[in-house]
DNA sequence: AAAAGTGGTAACATTAAAGTAACTAATGAG
DNA sequence: CTCATTAGTTACTTTAATGTTACCACTTTT
């Protein structure tokens, strides 16, 4: 979880940060909210995370009650996470913000400075 | 802007997170949609961001295309800032985030990390 | 016998984000 | 004449976040 100060106290917002604020978190919830992914599943899903910090973002997740995470004992061995009742009421949350990406590349015309990033090889 | 690698050319999820993954972007940006702000009152509503951060993550904001900003050309200065067109269509976001940081602090019974997290002094 | 598959972890390195303190310009108030 | 006000910036430092590489255990497949 992110760290702030006594903000976080009295502001909705700075709490919800404080949950979900980190750069992988929400792209991991987004793929959870769609069924239970094993780890390898999600490492393909999101090719750009490492191993070792999807499972530090996991661990953090599922430390503050988001998901839940099975473990099956075989060899090799197995584990799927999902979200967690809790986790489910961030879907609002991980529905806007798809849309908002699904929408944002194809609704801006170029000369904004949103589509030129999108359209540039700048990363993005 | 977040950096994030070619996955983000078919992912809304990580497109989105490059526009607003920011520690503080969502916060400043849920101030703004309330109304225009001047700086001086963002640094006060959102005591924990020192001015050279809030400064610098409206400079990114402005140039993503997602905030306008207002200099009066006044002594002493006069700056407003406002969200974009573009910037208003991450109202959904901001509203669920706000929500479900309202939500979770009262709706969890003691016992669940969350709630724990919330009553204890950790830093939320 | 060796390699592949799985879900990690440990040690280490690097980059990104954030913080601090001091400073600016121009005006009005006291 | 000095202080307060505003919206910053600059230089520097520190902390947080993320990444890299190599490795483990155990079983099945080749």
């Known amino acids: ?39 390898g599943r999600l490492t393909i899903q999101i ?32 584990v799927e996470y999902e979200l967690s009742d809790i986790g489910k009421t961030l879907m609002p949350i991980l529905n806007a913000m798809n849309d908002w990406g699904e929408q944002i590349a194809g609704n801006i015309g170029s000369g904004h400075p949103i589509s030129d990033k999108l359209s540039g090889k700048q990363v993005v």
Chains 1, 2 share one sequence.
């Open 1 to 39: 979880m992110r760290k702030f100060e006594t903000h976080a106290a009295y502001c909705p917002m700075v709490r919800t940060m404080g949950y979900i604020g980190g750069k992988w978190k929400p792209i991991i919830l987004a793929r959870l909210a769609v069924g239970n992914v094993r780890f």
């Open 47 to 78: 090719p750009d995370i490492s191993r070792k910090i999807l499972s530090q973002q996991l661990k953090e997740l599922e430390e503050d009650g988001l998901i839940i995470r099975h473990s099956y004992n075989e060899k090799p061995p197995r």
